[in-house]
Nanobody, 124 residues
C-alpha cells in the first residue's frame, strides 16, 4: 500500500505560478511512474503530465505544454508539478497517481494509487 498526498494548491491570479507536490509514503515499485491529472466539477479526471523515476523525459497534455513541468525526486520520494503562466482554464482539483509500470502513461486506468487532490483556482 502506498499513500499519496498532494499539497501546494491555492488561489492565484492569471499569469501566476504554483508548485504542487505529491508526497509518497514510501518508495516502492508501486511508485515507478507518477501522473498528474485534474478534474473540474461534473467532469472527468483528465491527464496533465507524467514522468517516471528512471525516465529522462516526460509527457504533457497539449494544453499545458511549455507551461507545466513535472519532476520526480526518487530520494524523497516526492513528485512535483511546476505550473507557470496559469489561466482560469487551469482551475481544477489536481490529483497525482502512481503505478508500478515504468513509462509515460496518459491513461488513467494505468494508475493504482491516488491522492485526495488539491484545489487550484486561477482568477482572471
Amino acid at each position: 500500500q502506498v499513500q499519496l498526498q498532494e499539497t501546494g494548491g491555492g488561489l492565484v491570479e492569471a499569469g501566476g505560478s504554483l508548485r504542487l507536490s505529491c508526497i509518497a509514503s514510501k518508495r516502492t515499485t508501486e511508485t515507478d511512474t507518477v501522473g498528474w491529472f485534474r478534474q473540474i466539477p461534473g467532469g472527468e479526471r483528465t491527464f496533465v503530465a507524467t514522468t517516471s523515476w528512471i525516465a529522462s523525459t516526460a509527457d504533457y497534455d497539449d494544453a499545458v505544454k511549455g507551461r507545466f513541468t513535472v519532476a520526480w525526486d526518487n530520494d524523497k520520494p516526492t513528485a512535483y508539478l511546476e505550473m507557470n503562466n496559469l489561466t482560469p482554464e487551469d482551475t481544477a482539483v489536481y490529483f497525482c497517481g502512481t503505478t508500478r509500470y515504468t513509462g509515460l502513461y496518459k491513461n488513467i486506468d494505468a494508475y493504482r494509487y491516488w491522492g485526495q487532490g488539491t484545489q487550484v483556482t486561477v482568477s482572471p
